[in-house]
């Protein structure tokens, strides 16, 4: 490098050479952005996509088998609750908590659990 160069660079910048200006410093925090978002996008998608229990409240069940209105899962005749129009069979404990608590949110399956059983009950012919 000639002297003259070397007097240029001195003056401008103390002597060492310009570095190349980055566009961004570091995309580190735009990554971790972007992924945040993607997630937030993903989880407000499953949610809205989700099978809801009011959308189908009542559960299909194989060939004789009764299922809880609640949870879904098969009965256990020996956990029930008795109501003025009949009993109510559950699979858990935990069921009749959250029946007792809103009846009128799983009238349609209770409905569909008696129907079964007095299907269940009657003789084939």
């Known amino acids: 490098m000639s002297s003259r160069r070397r007097r240029r660079r001195k003056r401008r910048g103390g002597g060492r050479l310009a570095q190349p200006k980055r566009h961004i410093d570091s995309w580190w925090p735009l990554f971790g952005l972007g ?4 997630g937030l996008i993903s989880a407000y998608w499953w949610q809205a996509t989700g099978t809801r ?7 299909l069940s194989r060939v004789g088998e009764i299922l809880c209105p609640v949870g879904g899962m ?3 005749r020996e956990i029930s ?13 935990h069921c009749i908590d959250r ?12 409905e569909a659990q008696r129907r079964s059983m007095v299907a269940d009950s009657q003789p084939a012919g």
């Open 35 to 38: 992924l945040a978002l993607v």
């Open 99 to 110: 029946y007792n608590a809103e009846p009128s949110a799983f009238q349609d399956a209770v």
């Open 53 to 59: 229990s009011e959308e189908s409240p009542v559960r």
């Open 74 to 76: 098969p009965i256990k």
């Open 81 to 93: 609750v008795l109501t003025s129009v009949g009993p109510i069979y559950f699979c858990c404990k």
